[in-house]
């Protein structure tokens, strides 16, 4: 049985507040509010969906995962250790930092930090943009999806697939180049049946994450955002683009933590359980030049 339900948030860390400051608020049009030990960007009615605090690096940190209650954060915890992963139960700062009633966090076999949680417990101001974002599409899919570094790949998968239940949306063979290895990416639903929460991705790297991804309601702010990319001085990582697997027309950009953020509208839903999984042959149907990335 799925018990986790959707990425409730993530955590960066920063040597610069007010780099987040801006970019949450002038490229990504969401509402940068203090907390007690960092930086809030608010989505929508809950106080934050993107934690920012200080650190010695500009890196990921932590994804927050959804469960509906106590009783589920329970078993999870326990599944967890049955199949060999230290859990540590967050102490009442930390449920206090993230706004939640109860927290535990753990480490994946590819050394990816996350923390399961249960019980909002901020406040619930609607959302508004500060440069006329109309909304983004969160609720009971959470705030997007985040693509993690998986190296060991196997057993990083097994625990999310077998141990936490989540369902295996798309699987893709990335050959980056004709003669490269295959690298593996795999995309995994959550019970809230958005088509992709996680994705794991058989390649390193240093900032703690490939890239997380936000959805907003309309594909007019996509484009507006599009426009806004170069005012704001920020790097383009993928040009405009329609992706295969989710159907995500969207964008990708570098964000102040080193890791990419993908602006998009559009993703398909999942029925999960009912949903079989398939197999990405392309990356995009059209569009989404990565090239740019590294130029």
């Known amino acids: 049985m799925l018990k986790i339900e959707a990425l409730a948030y993530i955590v960066a860390e920063t040597r610069d507040r007010e780099k987040w400051r801006v970019f949450g608020e002038r490229m990504l049009g969401m509402q940068a509010v203090a ?8 989505m929508d009615a809950r106080d934050f969906r993107i934690l920012v605090v200080d650190g010695d690096a500009d890196r990921y940190f932590a994804s ?42 753990f480490t994946d076999p590819a050394g990816n930090r996350h923390e399961l949680v249960c019980g909002d417990t901020g406040g619930s101001t609607p959302f508004v943009s500060p440069i006329g974002v109309h909304g983004f599409k969160t609720g009971a899919q959470g705030m997007g999806h985040t693509v993690l570094p998986a190296i060991p790949f196997e057993p990083t998968l097994k625990l999310f697939h077998d141990t936490l239940g989540m369902g295996l949306s798309d699987v893709f063979n990335f050959k980056p180049a004709p003669d490269a290895p295959n690298i593996r990416i795999y995309f995994l639903h959550a019970a809230s049946g958005r088509h992709h929460s996680l994705a794991l991705a058989e390649m390193p790297n240093p900032a703690g994450c490939v890239h997380v991804m936000v959805e907003v309601d309309r594909l007019t702010d996509v484009g507006r955002a599009y426009d806004r990319l170069k005012a704001e001085g920020v790097k383009l990582m993928a040009t405009l683009g329609e992706h295969e697997n989710d159907r995500m027309t969207s964008f990708y950009m570098m964000t102040p933590g080193n890791f990419a953020l993908e602006y998009g509208y559009g993703g398909i839903s999942v029925e ?20 740019v990335g590294f130029q």
């Not at 030990?37 to 608010?42: I, M, Y």
């Not at 326990?78 to 009633?101: F, M, N, Q």
């Open 64 to 105: 927050g995962w959804q469960l509906p209650d106590g009783s589920a954060l329970d078993v999870t915890i326990a599944e967890l250790r049955g199949a060999g992963i230290e859990v540590t139960p967050g102490d009442a700062a930390l449920a206090a930092s993230r706004k939640v009633e109860r927290i535990a966090f």
């Open 35 to 42: 907390t007690d030990d960092g930086l809030g960007l608010k």
């Open 272 to 291: 999960p359980g009912v949903w079989e999984t398939t197999q990405t042959s392309q990356v995009s149907i059209w569009g989404h030049d990565f090239s």
